[in-house]
């Protein structure tokens, strides 16, 4: 790594920069209320305007991890600025429907440039098991984030404060990971050939590329689905949802600050697949219970979503590292745009449990809990796909292990027959 660069400078504008993502993600849960209201837009509608906030996350890791090595982290991070900038004032000047679509498209491709640029920066930064660290630390900012965010937007609400002064504040953390990464040098690769594409995706040929490639995108919505309609789903239920979604990310934070030591002692696979038990319990609890016993299924839900994120990327970086940043960008794109997909999937389910649950009597309070509660269920059957994939994944990478594969250079695990 070039003497010059100072890696905590740029670690340390890489979280303010996560955390932008975070408040972006935390601040619109809690105004899709507020929005629903004031342009009169149905669940449906409300899940295509959080799809924006997805669909650009991927297309913009797609294509910064594609030139990562050719123009560099500085000028991703330069357009994920611009990114912020636009969206956060398009949205407070959307007036409508169409408006919010394209402006949470454009927050969403400033949030893609972000990971598709610190990810890469932080894994060239830090060796061996600093870079699992750290990777993990960068990305406890996300729940971090929306820890501050989901009590911020609570706070502003209560005050009745409106919608747009709560998206101005998102300006905060843009415009001081600006100034952090302002006149820095980026690392370049440690990776010897993790810059040519060619090679990019010659490791991502790799079987254990591919099942993570594939499997993100459960992890994904297993841990963004449920809390990015928390909002909705929760406001009837006798518990203030956004402190669900506070306890939630908190607890993510504080679980992904130690997650070197929890990886350390379960591995990565033992890690991925206790976190989808937990998931499953979670979730499954906040679909039939009410009242403070949704803050223990708050509790369950984040030990189980905690670690998927940091540690699938951890899982690519370490075991395929000649995947390089196109294999990480590729990766996190796929969580975002499997999200994407699922919003309006989501919102439909929440339209078709209030229609049943109306025709069969229910109205008021009751009908919005009864809808909600569905509509998690339906949810739970993300993270037990997932406990079934990371059983086969512990045990594939087990029998790797006995036969000596994780000791060889990837050049030539890629040469050894694969499982």
């Known amino acids: 790594m070039n003497q010059n660069v100072n890696a905590n400078r740029l670690f340390l504008g890489s979280c303010f920069a996560l955390i932008t993502t975070a408040f972006s993600f935390a601040i619109r849960a809690g105004i899709l209320p507020q929005l629903g209201e004031e342009f009169g837009l149905n669940a449906e509608q409300l899940g295509f305007i959080n799809s924006m906030w997805f669909y650009g996350f991927p297309i913009a890791m797609i294509i910064g991890g594609l030139v990562y090595h050719t123009v560099g982290p500085r000028i991703i991070m330069m357009v994920a600025f611009v990114m912020h900038t636009l969206g956060i004032i398009l949205t407070i000047y959307s007036g409508g429907y169409n408006g919010l679509l394209l402006s949470t498209l454009f927050i969403g491709i400033g949030n893609g440039c972000t990971e598709a640029a610190c990810n890469p920066m932080i894994a060239d930064s830090y060796a061996g098991a600093k870079m699992n660290k750290m990777l993990s630390r960068f990305h406890m900012w996300f729940p971090g984030g929306i820890v501050l965010g989901s009590l911020i937007s609570l706070a502003m609400t209560k005050m009745e404060m409106g ?102 002692k379960f591995g990565q696979t033992g890690v991925l697949l206790g976190s989808a038990v937990f998931a499953t319990i979670g979730i499954y609890l906040f679909s039939s219970v009410t009242g403070p016993m949704a803050y223990l299924a708050a509790i369950c839900f984040a030990l189980g979503v905690c670690y998927f994120w940091p540690t699938m990327l951890g899982f690519v970086a370490e075991k395929v590292p000649l995947s390089g940043a196109l294999g990480l960008s590729l990766v996190g794109g796929m969580g975002m745009f499997s999200t994407a997909i699922f919003q309006p999937i989501i919102g439909s389910w929440i339209d078709d449990h209030t229609a049943a649950f109306r025709a069969e009597g229910l109205s008021g309070d009751a009908l919005e809990l009864a809808a909600g509660q569905a509509t998690l269920l339906n949810m739970t059957t993300f993270p037990i796909i997932l406990v079934v994939a990371f059983t086969v994944l512990f045990f594939w990478v087990k029998a790797r292990k006995a036969k000596g594969l994780h000791n060889l250079p990837e050049s030539e695990v890629m040469q050894q027959p694969q499982l």
């Open 163 to 264: 919608w747009q002064a709560q998206i101005w504040i998102i300006m905060i953390p843009t415009l001081i990971y600006a100034f952090l990464f302002w006149g820095q040098t980026f690392p370049k690769a440690v990776v010897e050939g993790a810059t040519s594409l060619s090679a990019n995706f010659k490791g991502m040929l790799n079987p254990l590329f591919l099942f993570i490639f594939v499997f993100m995108a459960l992890t994904a919505i297993s841990e963004f689905g449920p809390q990015q309609w928390t909002a909705i789903i929760l406001s009837k239920s006798g518990a203030e949802p956004l402190l669900i979604l506070a306890l939630v990310t908190g607890l993510m934070a504080v679980g992904r600050f130690f997650a070197g030591d929890v990886i350390g």
